[in-house]
């Protein structure tokens, strides 16, 4: 079950980043894909050029931002400072060494107990799915 953190992290970032593109960028061709390769963290995955990904020792960040005037995470604070550009996606890939449902309860904390039975993680459609990819397989979680 450890194994299959990093791979779920993986796909639901990877996941993400596509659906967020196929619905505001045209359909990228061979030249517009980058692939990033991490040995360290054991992770390896091509995107779309238009996101960019930058490391740390712990994780891998793919970002995008946009020319836009803003006060930070929420513009409701009251932040005096005014930022010239505004993330509009970022996903953090990550692994944990810890079971599957104490990884979610941790990242997660709102789920619901009820999706936690008998040490086994509950389908909850449109909120939990289950997700595969290939050989791999683990759970979508829609936030």
Excluded at 70 to 98: A, P, S, W
Excluded at 111 to 121: A, K, L, Y
Aim: with cysteine; aromatic share 12%; charged share 20%.
């Amino acid at each position: 079950m450890k194994k299959l953190v990093g791979p779920i992290i993986i796909i639901l970032g990877v996941v993400l980043a596509f659906w967020y593109l196929k619905d505001n960028t045209e359909v990228a061709t061979n030249a517009e894909i980058k692939t990033y390769r991490n040995s360290n963290l054991g992770i390896s995955f091509s995107y779309p050029k238009i996101l960019t990904a930058s490391s740390t020792a712990e994780s891998v960040v793919i970002h995008h931002d946009i020319p836009y005037q803003n006060h930070g995470d929420c513009d409701m604070i009251g932040d005096e400072k005014t930022y010239d550009r505004l993330t509009d996606f970022k996903v953090t890939i990550f692994t944990k060494k810890q079971n599957l449902i104490d990884t979610m309860k941790l990242l997660s904390p709102y789920i619901p107990q009820e999706n936690f039975v008998n040490g086994e993680v509950v389908e909850a459609p449109g909120f939990i799915d289950v997700y595969k990819i290939g050989k791999l397989s683990g759970f979508a979680i829609y936030e």
